[in-house]
């Protein structure tokens, strides 16, 4: 298996702009999680969705965040309009069951708002 | 919510043992455990679930103990490959959901 894909890996964009991030999970995997990872907040949940379905986005910091999954293989977090403290790395998870299963990250998106 | 992880960084030589602890103040369902090298992603280590059940790497032990919602993290004869961030995650809800700790930095040096 190819594992949890994410793209871009690197994203540098001016304040204002939109950003959209891709990723990929691991066929058969129910769950999908967003995270961000900043040195100063550590690793955040953002979204995570069961079954295409968002189940909890208490984590997204404000209404500029926006996620989606719109089949079981493909999901966005898109970012509109983006600021710079928006910079951090993303990342997509992915897990094959509600508990008792471990987390597959794929490698990270590293945005860059100018 | 976030869990707390100590300590917060350890240096050690080949060959010497750590422990990394984490501490919630909410009951836990299970205690998921990562390691994160620079510029890369998490990697699992190891789960810990409510009632004793664990899974995970054969060189690496973990401890939950469930009355103090604690779990520890045993690194023994440590290589030069265990160098990187160890996170702990928490499922207070049963849900899946993890909350992650601020991580501990090992360092192991030659």
């Known amino acids: 298996d190819a594992g949890v894909i994410q793209s871009p890996r690197h994203e540098v964009t001016e304040m204002g702009q939109e950003v959209t991030l891709r990723c990929k999970p691991i066929?058969?995997?129910?769950?999908l999680f967003w995270y961000r990872q900043t040195m100063m907040r550590g690793l955040e949940l953002l979204i995570y969705?069961?079954?295409?379905?968002?189940?909890?986005d208490s984590g997204m910091p404000e209404d500029r965040f926006s996620a989606k999954m719109p089949n079981a293989s493909f999901s966005t977090l898109k970012i509109q309009p983006s600021e710079p403290r928006d910079s951090a790395v993303y990342f997509c998870?992915?897990?094959?069951?509600?508990?008792?299963?471990?987390?597959?990250f794929g490698p990270g998106t590293r945005l860059t708002v100018t | 919510q976030q869990p707390v992880q100590s300590p917060q960084a350890v240096i050690l030589r080949e060959g010497e043992d750590a422990v990394i602890n984490c501490s919630s103040s909410k009951a836990l369902y299970s205690v998921h455990w990562y390691r994160q090298k620079h510029g890369e992603a998490p990697v699992f280590l190891m789960i810990l679930l409510k009632g004793g059940e664990q899974k995970g790497h054969d060189k690496i032990s973990a401890s939950f103990n469930e009355k103090k919602q604690q779990s520890s993290l045993y690194l023994t004869a440590s290589q030069l490959s265990y160098s990187g961030t160890y996170f702990c995650g928490t499922d207070s809800s049963n849900t899946g959901k993890l909350i992650f700790g601020q991580g501990t930095t090992l360092q192991v040096k030659p």
């Open positions: 066929s058969g995997h129910d769950y």
């Open positions: 998870a992915s897990r094959p069951g509600q508990r008792g299963y471990e987390q597959y």
């Open positions: 969705f069961n079954n295409n379905v968002p189940i909890d």
